[in-house]
């Protein structure tokens, strides 16, 4: 994340949740790194658990101080939706 996008910010939290187009939330924890935020502890797994390609779009849109819901889409630009099946429910957050 830029800089900038922690202007949006009272102070950058440590943890965020990520919720995503069908509700489901993980959690993952966030460092300043060389003036970047970045995402750390919960990313791979997230990532990992929806399949997320290199070719993807992954946006990031900021519903709360500490909750951002992720879009993900498709190598043709089609919006990917994950279903919170039992798998991810090993690694979701809890509400």
Same mark, same amino acid.
């Given at each position: 994340?830029?800089?900038?996008?922690?202007?949006?910010?009272?102070?950058?939290?440590? =943890?965020?949740?990520?919720? &995503? &187009?069908?509700?489901?939330?993980? &959690?993952?924890?966030?460092?300043?790194?060389?003036d970047?935020?970045?995402?750390?502890?919960?990313?791979?797994?997230?990532?990992?658990?929806?399949?997320?390609?290199?070719?993807?779009?992954?946006?990031?849109?900021?519903?709360t101080?500490?909750?951002?819901?992720?879009?993900?889409?498709?190598?043709?630009?089609? =919006?990917?939706?994950?279903?919170?099946?039992?798998?991810?429910k090993?690694f979701?957050?809890? =509400?």
């Open positions: 994340m830029p800089l900038d996008f922690t202007k949006h910010f009272v102070a950058v939290p440590t =943890e965020f949740k990520l919720r &995503n &187009n069908t509700g489901c939330s993980w &959690n993952m924890t966030v460092k300043l790194m060389n970047t935020v970045t995402l750390d502890q919960g990313w791979a797994t997230y990532a990992a658990v929806h399949q997320i390609k290199i070719s993807y779009m992954v946006t990031f849109n900021l519903l101080p500490d909750t951002l819901k992720v879009i993900i889409f498709d190598d043709d630009g089609l =919006e990917v939706v994950n279903k919170c099946g039992k798998h991810d090993a979701a957050a809890k =509400e």
